[in-house]
């Protein structure tokens, strides 16, 4: 099945005033109907001292330039157009890193598109939501089943509701980050409220994924981005794909015909070995344009979180 590209109509849809936002229903459908995620944890914060002997200095998480751009622009509309948010650019980092790996490692055009689509998992049942389709496959190319979409992970329904144009091209597109950035801050917004109050952050995030794990990953990566970060070159950090484990179809080696005998032996045999083939690296995201396996959620998290309070109420709320 051919996945649509960003530039392909009516994979954008031009975009339109944005009506008041309203809080989501907390039993509706998730933003990303519960598709999987990135399970990692951020690494445990480890301090350098410098060779001048002065304070150590905490390295947080690698954000890609384009990316980052996207996260303090949608950070800086919300704080203009719902200034009662509070919503810092490190909160999108969070989701964003546990969704597609910072849009694929920075994966992006100039204008914020992805260099392909990212697509979730068929949501079709069994280990995942059933989400019938709702856009005929526009956005992820499937006209029977939904499946997440772009860098924040939309499902065709919600990104109808909350897509938005972030990057003032006239379009409103969950391929390209710009929008997807905007869009996810306006759902998180309005599902949170005050997102400076931990109910409200917890509320916000839920309504992202219904899942209590989900929950405490994003909460990780949002303290770990709050710590400090570093803005990289677009593509430059560690691919989110995850290849597909699915088998191939088999296909036979042709036979071929026995050479016949010459008088004269071959001057030089070949002695230099096939390379073996590698195994794909394996990592519990979405793929580019392909659908990953079903990811066993994390049982036994490499570092210890809190159970409640992971962020102070008491945040600043300007953007670091």
């Known amino acids: 099945m051919a996945a649509l590209t960003a530039s392909q109509a009516p994979g954008a849809i031009p975009a339109r005033a944005q009506a008041p936002m309203a809080r989501p229903g907390e039993h509706g459908p998730s933003v990303s109907g519960d598709a999987p995620y990135r399970t990692e944890l951020p690494p445990l ?76 998992p068929r949501l079709d049942g069994g280990a995942f939501a059933v989400v019938p389709d709702t856009d005929g496959g526009a956005y992820d190319g499937d006209a029977v ?16 509701q909350w897509g938005a144009d972030g990057n003032g091209d006239g379009r409103a597109d969950p391929n390209n980050v710009f929008d997807a950035a905007l869009a996810a801050g306006r759902y998180l917004c309005a599902a949170g409220g005050d997102l400076s109050e931990p109910a409200g952050l917890d509320r916000a995030i839920l309504g ?30 560690a691919s989110s794909v995850r290849p597909s484990t699915r088998p191939g ?53 490499s570092i210890a979180l809190p159970t409640d309070k992971l962020l102070p109420s008491g945040l600043p709320l300007t953007g670091g």
């Open 145 to 160: 089943y939904d499946r997440a979409v772009g860098p924040m992970q939309f499902i065709p329904s919600t990104w109808a």
């Open 249 to 301: 179809p088999s296909h036979p080696a042709k036979p071929t015909a026995t050479p016949k005998p010459t008088p004269k032996p071959s001057p030089r045999p070949s002695t230099t070995p096939s390379a073996p083939a590698s195994s794909p690296p394996s990592n519990s995201g979405p793929t580019a344009g392909t659908s990953p396996e079903p990811l066993a959620p994390a049982t036994s998290p």
């Open 208 to 237: 992202y994924n219904h899942s209590e794990d989900y929950l405490r990953t994003v909460k990780a990566w949002y303290a770990y981005f709050l710590q400090g970060h570093t803005v990289v070159p677009d593509g430059s950090t």
């Open 45 to 120: 914060a480890r301090e350098h001292v410098g060779l001048g002997g002065g304070a150590p200095a905490v390295t947080g998480g690698a954000v890609p330039a384009t990316v980052f751009a996207a996260y303090r622009r949608a950070e800086a509309e919300l704080a203009r157009t719902a200034p009662g948010c509070g919503l810092r650019w490190q909160l999108l980092a969070a989701i964003g890193q546990v969704e597609s790996g910072q849009a694929d490692g920075g994966r992006v055009r100039a204008d914020g598109t992805t260099v392909t689509p990212i697509l979730g």
